[in-house]
């Protein structure tokens, strides 16, 4: 099972931008879809961005899309997001996750298809 370490998080203004990294172990990283999930106080995890194992396809939730950028670095086993325009409602803590489930293209990946998870990262949105 592959391990994974979120990191870059941190307290940003309104309009902010933060890049937000994730660390994998395992030599079969290429081989799993990744995605972005979110959970802020109260509210069900959002699966925010999603990328293909090659990084071909890529998925972005309607809250995030036009500001959010997921990439991914096989050679490194790591995974981005970055995040532009940043607004308060961003506020939440932000976990990497895996999935062996092909993302195809316009179908909305399920989170529950996720099944490995880093520890998480908190993003704080002042306004």
């Known amino acids: 099972q592959v391990q994974l370490v979120e990191s870059g998080g941190g307290l940003v203004q309104a309009g902010g931008s933060l890049r937000l990294s994730c660390s994998a172990s395992?030599?079969?990283?290429?081989?799993?879809?990744m995605a972005w999930i979110r959970q802020a106080p109260g509210k069900e995890r959002e699966l925010v961005a999603a990328?293909?194992?090659?990084?071909?396809?890529?998925y972005y939730a309607d809250s995030v899309k036009g500001r959010f950028t997921i990439s991914r670095d096989n050679a490194k086993n790591t995974v981005y997001l970055q995040m532009n325009s940043l607004k308060p409602e961003d506020t939440a803590v932000y976990y990497c996750?895996?999935?062996?489930?092909?993302?195809?293209?316009?179908?909305?990946?399920?989170?529950?298809?996720?099944?490995?998870w880093g520890q998480g990262t908190q993003v704080t949105v002042s306004s």
């Open positions: 395992g030599r079969t990283f290429g081989s799993y879809a």
């Open positions: 996750a895996a999935s062996y489930v092909r993302l195809r293209v316009g179908v909305t990946p399920n989170k529950a298809d996720f099944g490995s």
């Open positions: 990328i293909s194992c090659s990084g071909s396809n890529t």
